[in-house]
């Protein structure tokens, strides 16, 4: 389904504040995000409904390897983001929550 870039915003401003329902959601596969990668590993662990108890998907769990690249890729990033403005962070920040939201949405 093609949507407006207005349905789009609106559907990423709905993800932004919390309230998204759409099913289509529960669709992304759970990954680790590092160093701009999307990765999985061999081992994973189950993501519980903290309501109900349930378990509503299954996430990659993070080895040695991966935490060490995960923290040499934020102290880089965190160099960067010192020198910036808080207001073009917070832009970038809306901006990759916006895109994350469209990818899933929109495959």
Not at 2 to 16: E, I, Y
Not at 34 to 53: D, R
Not at 57 to 79: C, H, N, T, W, Y
């Amino acid at each position: 389904m093609v949507q407006t870039p207005d349905a789009n915003l609106s559907q990423c401003m709905r993800f932004l504040n919390g309230v998204s329902t759409d099913p289509d959601i529960q669709e992304f596969e759970m990954q680790l995000y590092i160093s701009g990668k999307w990765q999985n590993t061999e081992e994973s662990m189950p993501v519980h409904n903290p309501f109900g108890g349930s378990v509503v998907d299954e996430v990659s769990i993070a080895g040695p390897d991966e935490v060490e690249k995960a923290i040499v890729s934020a102290q880089r990033g965190a160099l960067v983001m010192e020198e910036m403005h808080y207001w073009r962070r917070s832009k970038i920040i809306a901006k990759a929550a916006c895109r994350f939201y469209l990818q899933i949405y929109n495959g």
